[in-house]
């Protein structure tokens, strides 16, 4: 059973968290005398704090209540905050499974705790028994699990992931920024039954809004609540807010988009298969395909040369380079440059 109080940092248990003048009257048609704001222009005021509009819409979408979701500046934010409420710095430890996304990492180093990265199996799997042990150290807040993983593109198994949630008494960030390329559910119809998970998505990745920088995050209350807490008050801006509206408002086309990208990145899959560079490709439930060739960095060289730009993550894993499915046009492309270097 999760206790927050034995994992939360003592200062955010007792911090009494800003209170703006968006939190102290909530109406819409007022006189707006409260927050020093000009009263002239279109994005004079201060966005709503909370992001109910766009929080309802989620709520619709993924048929979850509204007071299980938080909204970040990106994913990114919500990473960070996390670090914040629960690690005490020069202290506390966090968990990832590698080669997985570098900002764990990042975001671990700024805030002084120290990332355990334990090695993904040959698989690219979890293996839940190998870690129990750790489990129990009380310095160990957080277990960061990227699913889909970046970079390897795999979902892990969900009986290893339920052993770490089933396990372990601080919480388990499930990133989902590529959820909608894979055909599995989102784990955020668990939060019910799992008091200790928090799971995350993106507007950045399927949904297109890269620039915009939204992101989601899904717990049960007391968590969500320990979010709004720490989070600087406007965290979301009014445009990005209204650039999430947009989108879920023609969630149609978004899942056009990743039918498409998914048929995309079925192609690149076959066309890779053919060629003789090409060592091994990684199955990917993400928009991206991680393969091995002979020599990653002379294979990268020579397409950036030609202007094609993939991720050479040769230095995490030898000699393999993860390509982005691209339109139809940038797939076809790469392919024909790929087929001159064989
Ligand atoms: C791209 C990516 C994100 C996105 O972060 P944002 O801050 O929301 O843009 C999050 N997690 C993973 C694993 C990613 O690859």
């Known amino acids: 059973m999760l206790n927050l109080t034995s994992i939360v940092r003592k200062n955010i248990q007792s911090l009494v968290p800003y209170s703006s003048a968006r939190d102290e009257f909530k109406g819409t048609d007022a006189i707006f005398l409260d927050a020093n704001e000009n009263p002239f222009g279109s994005l004079n005021r201060y966005p709503d704090p909370y992001q109910r509009t766009l929080k309802e819409l989620i709520a619709d979408q993924q048929n979850i209540d509204s007071s299980s979701i938080f909204i970040g500046n990106g994913s990114d934010e919500v990473i960070d905050l996390l670090f914040r409420i629960f690690c005490e710095p020069n202290q506390d430890k966090v968990l990832t499974f590698g080669p997985t996304y570098g900002m764990y990492q990042v975001s671990a180093d700024i805030n002084a705790v120290e990332l355990i990265e334990v090695p993904l199996t040959e698989q690219f799997d979890i293996d839940a028994t190998s870690v129990l042990p750790i489990l129990s150290d009380p310095s160990l807040k957080m277990i960061f699990i990227c699913y889909p993983n970046n970079p390897t593109g795999n979902c892990f198994s969900e009986t290893e992931i339920i052993q770490l949630l089933e396990n372990f008494n601080g919480v388990v960030l499930l990133d989902e920024a590529y ?101 091994r490709i990684y199955p990917s439930q993400a928009n991206f395909i991680l393969a091995e060739v002979t020599d990653a960095d002379s294979v990268y060289n020579q397409l950036t040369r030609q202007g094609i730009i993939p991720r050479n993550r040769s230095k995490i894993i030898p000699n393999c380079i993860r390509f982005t499915i691209g339109t139809t046009d940038e797939v076809t492309a790469l392919i024909n440059a790929l087929k001159q270097l064989s």
């Not at 709004?228 to 978004?254: F, G, R």
Request: with cysteine; proline share 4%.
């Open 179 to 279: 959820i909608d390329f894979s055909d599995k559910p989102s784990w955020n119809r668990q939060i019910a039954k799992f008091p200790n998970l928090i799971v995350c998505q993106t507007f950045s990745k399927a949904k297109g809004l890269a620039a915009a920088r939204v992101g989601i995050a899904f717990a049960q209350q007391a968590i969500i609540q320990l979010l709004n807490n720490v989070k600087p008050p406007y965290n979301v801006s009014q445009l990005n807010q209204e650039a999430a509206i947009q989108c879920l408002e023609n969630i149609d086309k978004v899942n056009q988009e990743i039918a498409l990208i998914k048929d995309n990145r079925s192609f690149l899959q076959n066309q890779l298969e053919k060629l003789s560079i090409i060592k």
